[in-house]
């Protein structure tokens, strides 16, 4: 079975600017999850999504937004780059919304803002 | 609202030695337990997870657990690390109705030979 895709996995962008970050689910699974994690911090809950659907979300401005396609991949885009949004960012996959549902994540995506 | 403390920072121990990794949480409601490494540069991988049941819980590489709902604890232990257990570990809860996982600010594991 194939893990979670994640792309890029660098970028570096500039203040004001927007950015779309990339996410292929694991076979099977139809709930992404995505989480942002600052240095030196744990994860923070972004968002989720199921069946195309946002499923709850975290403490995190509407410029935070994502979409997921009915392949269940999905996207988190992030409209007036700030600083503060330098971090890495994590797509998680699961088979279901429950909580003893497991998460397979991504490698991740860092990204710069200067 | 739910929250995550990992009490220690960074732990360092030596090769063959045990080590405990503490986590104590608290919540409102009803929670899964989970235990995540993370080597550097890549995703989160489970160790273990706690949901019903006995509450020694035993995870890959080696990994145990043991849930106290009356401490609100969760705390991770390995009888022997191996210098490859060197990695960031996360302790994170999730409601049982929910997909949300709250975490904890991670414990930097360095083993030494």
């Known amino acids: 079975e194939t893990g979670v895709t994640q792309s890029p996995t660098h970028l570096i962008k500039t203040r004001g600017q927007q950015v779309t970050l990339r996410c292929s689910s694991q076979s099977g699974h139809n709930t992404v999850s995505w989480y942002q994690q600052a240095l030196g911090q744990g994860p923070q809950f972004i968002f989720q999504?199921?069946?195309?659907?946002?499923?709850g979300r975290g403490n995190f401005p509407p410029r935070f937004s994502g979409l997921q396609f009915p392949n269940y991949s999905s996207e988190l885009n992030v409209n007036a780059l700030e600083l503060d949004d330098s971090a890495l960012y994590l797509c998680?996959?699961?088979?279901?919304?429950?909580?003893?549902?497991?998460?397979?994540f991504g490698s991740g995506t860092r990204l710069t803002v200067v | 609202a739910q929250s995550v403390t990992q009490l220690d920072s960074q732990v360092p121990v030596f090769e063959e030695a045990p080590v405990e990794l503490r986590c104590n949480y608290s919540?409102?409601?009803?929670?899964?337990l989970f235990w995540y490494v993370q080597y550097p540069n890549q995703g989160l991988q489970l160790l273990l997870k706690y949901l019903s049941g006995s509450t020694l819980v035993k995870g890959i590489n080696g990994f145990e657990a043991e849930f106290n709902k009356s401490q609100t604890s969760f705390h991770l232990r390995k009888p022997s690390v191996h210098i490859s257990d060197t990695a960031e570990y996360f302790c994170a809860v999730r409601n049982t109705n929910a997909g949300k996982s709250t975490f904890g600010d991670g414990t930097t594991l360095t083993v030494k030979p």
């Open positions: 919540s409102s409601v009803s929670v899964y």
């Open positions: 998680a996959s699961s088979s279901g919304t429950g909580g003893d549902y497991g998460y397979t």
């Open positions: 999504y199921y069946r195309e659907e946002e499923n």
